[in-house]
C-alpha cells in the first residue's frame, strides 16, 4: 500500500534521533528543571507562576494574554503570583486547608486562574466545572467530591443547588464588584488581602487537581492527580508543544476538561510562555482573529474546530495574517487525514495529532516535531512511554492486530485515584498495563493507529459524554419510560448523541414533545449532553439482568450485523 508520509521538520529537534533518546530516557533527568529538585520544597504553582515571579528577567513578562471581545487584559508572571497570593489569602480566611477540594464553576477569565492557583498554595485539590453544566451535573460533582467551596459568578449560581450540599461551607462570587450582597464577592475580599502568602509546600504526591470524566456506567467520575504531574506536563511541553522562550501559546480547551488545565496552564506556564486564554464557543472567524491579532504561534486545538475551519473554505483564510503560526496540534478525537493534508496547504503547517486521556493526565502517543506524520496516526509513544496493544487478559499483540490500546503502569502524571472509588480505579489495570477503553493498532514501524472505543462513552466534538449520565436524565422525564443513548457518526462533530426513548402510558409522540425532552435535558444536564436526535420506539432492548443493549441500538442505526443476541430479553 502507498502510504503518505509527511517528513520530519528540518528544524534542530531535541528529539532528531527519537530512538536514541526513548533508549537513554528516565524521567529523572527531568527533575533539574524545577526549583524542587535544589529547594527540596514542592508545589507546581511555585514551579509555575512564583518562580518566574521571582526571576527579574521573567517577572514583568506577560503570562496570561487575556483577549475576550468584551475585555483585554494583560497580566505578567509578577501579577498573576501576587494575585493568586491574595486569593490563597481569601482562602486561609475561610479555613481552606491542605487536601481540601475548592471547585471553580465559572467561564475563563483572569479571575479564574488567579483563584486557580491560589487554590493550589493552600495544598487545596482544584476542582474545574465546565461552565455550561446544569443543576445536575454541577450536583454530583459537588457532592462526589465533597467540596466545601465554590467560586462562581451571579449567572451561574443558579445552578449550584446549596440545599442539597451540605458540605458546601463558602461560596464566593466573581461579578461586578460589590454586587454579591448575600454572598461572599470576590473584589471585596480580593482587596483587602495581603499580596504576601506563604506557600503550602506539598509532596509530589499530594493531590492538586480533580476532573470529572464520564465512562460508560454510573455517574461521572472524579479523576485524580497530584503534584507530580509537572513533570511530564514540562517535558511534553518541550518535546510535543515545542515551546520556546518566546512563543505566544494558544491552548482553545477549557479548563473544565483537562486539556484545558494540563495544556492550557500548565505546560506553558512550568515554561514561562506567555498564553493566551480566549472564552466561550468561537465561529471559524474567530479562530483566525485570535491566532491573527495575538500573533500566536504554538495552537493547541481539535479536529472539530479543524473541521470547521476546513468548511469554511480558504477564501476566508485569504483574509488573515498567519505568518506567525508555526506549530499546530491536535488532541481529543481521531484527526482525519484530509485535514492534515489541508492543514499543509492552508498554514503550509503540519498539524500533530495527540493522544492521551483525563486519566493519563497528559500526552502520551504524539506526533514530534521530529518525527515524520502518517496522516490518520496517532504517532508514537513519547519517551519514558511504553504503549502496546493487548488483548483482554493483558497480554500483548503483534503488530497490525487490533485490541485495547494500552500503556504501562507507572508514569509521572497517571491518575493515582478515583476520587471515593478504589475499585472502579482498580478496573483500569490488568496484568501490569493501564488499559484505556479505546481499540487501536500498531503498523511494523511503531505507529498507533485509532480505531474507536471499546466501551460505549461518546465523543461528540471532543467531549466525552457518558451514555448513562444521559439516559438518566430522559427518565426523569415524565413522559419517557426507558431510554437508551448511543454515538451516531457525524461528519463535523465526530459523532452526535442519539437517543432512543420508550413513552409512558398517555404520552404520544409529537414533534413539541421530542423538542421538550431534549430541552429537558439540555436545562437539566448540559447542552452538549443533549440528544440531537430522539428516536420513539415500543421498547428498549435489555439484558435479561435489565442492561439497555447500546450496542444493538448502535447496530441498528448504522444497519449492521446485530452480532451476539442471546442475552436479549424476551
Ligand atoms: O477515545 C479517545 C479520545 O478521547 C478519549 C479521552 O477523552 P478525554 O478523557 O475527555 O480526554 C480528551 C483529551 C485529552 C480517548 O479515550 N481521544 C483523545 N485523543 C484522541 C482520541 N481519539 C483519537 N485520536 C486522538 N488523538
Known sequence: MDMQVIPARSENYNLKDYQKVRENFKWDDVNKHFAWNETGKVNIAYEALDRHAENPAKKDKVALLYSAPDREEQLTFSDLSKQSNKFANVLKKHQVNKGDRVFLFMPRSPEFYAAFFGILKTGAIAGPLFEAFMEQA?????????????????????????????????????????????????????????????????????????HYTSGSTGKPKGVYHVHNAMIQHYATGEWVLDLKEDDVYWCTADPGWVTGTSYGIFAPWLHGVTNV????????????????????????????????????GEEALKKYDLLELRHIMSVGEPLNPEVVTWGLKAFNLRIHD?????????????????????????????????????????????????????????????????????????????????????????????????????????????????????????????AVAEAGVIGKPHPERGEIIKAFISLNE?????????????????????????????????????????????????SWELGLPTGDTSTLEE
Request: a negative charge.
Open 506 to 554: 398517555g404520552y404520544e409522540k409529537s414533534d413539541e414533545l421530542l423538542e421538550e425532552i431534549r430541552q429537558f435535558v439540555k436545562t437539566g444536564l448540559s447542552a452538549h449532553a443533549a440528544p440531537r436526535e430522539i428516536e420513539i420506539r415500543d421498547s428498549i432492548p435489555k439484558t435479561r439482568s435489565g442492561k439497555i443493549m447500546r450496542r444493538l441500538l448502535k
Open 277 to 312: 486564554i480566549r472564552g466561550g464557543r468561537f465561529t471559524p472567524d474567530d479562530w483566525y482573529e485570535t491566532l491573527e491579532k495575538n500573533k500566536i504561534t504554538v495552537w493547541y486545538t481539535a479536529p472539530t474546530a479543524l473541521r470547521m475551519l476546513v468548511s469554511h
Open 354 to 478: 495527540t493522544w492521551w486521556m483525563t486519566e493519563t493526565g497528559a500526552q502520551l502517543i504524539v506526533n514530534l516535531p521530529a518525527l515524520e506524520i502518517r496522516p490518520g496516526s496517532m504517532g508514537k509513544p513519547i519517551p519514558g512511554i511504553v504503549a502496546s496493544i493487548v488483548d483482554n487478559e493483558g497480554n500483548e499483540l503483534p503488530p497490525n492486530q487490533m485490541g485495547n490500546l494500552a500503556i504501562k503502569e507507572g508514569w509521572p502524571s497517571m491518575m493515582r485515584q478515583i476520587w471515593n472509588n478504589p475499585g472502579k480505579y482498580e478496573s483500569y489495570f490488568i496484568n501490569g498495563w493501564y488499559v484505556s477503553g479505546d481499540s487501536a493498532y500498531r503498523d511494523e514501524d511503531g505507529y498507533f493507529w485509532f480505531q474507536g472505543r471499546l466501551d460505549d462513552v461518546i465523543n461528540t466534538s471532543g467531549e466525552r459524554v457518558g451514555p448513562f449520565e444521559v439516559e438518566s436524565k430522559l427518565i426523569e422525564h415524565p
Open 138 to 210: 454541577v450536583r454530583d460533582r459537588l457532592q462526589d467530591s465533597e467540596a466545601s467551596v465554590l467560586i462562581t459568578t451571579p449567572e451561574l449560581i443558579e445552578r449550584v443547588p446549596q440545599d442539597e450540599l451540605p458540605q458546601l461551607e463558602t461560596v464566593i462570587l466573581v461579578g461586578e464588584a460589590g454586587v454579591a450582597h448575600t454572598y461572599i464577592d470576590y473584589h471585596t475580599e480580593m482587596a483587602g488581602a495581603s499580596e504576601a502568602f506563604d506557600i503550602e509546600w506539598v509532596d509530589l504526591e499530594d493531590g492538586m487537581l480533580l
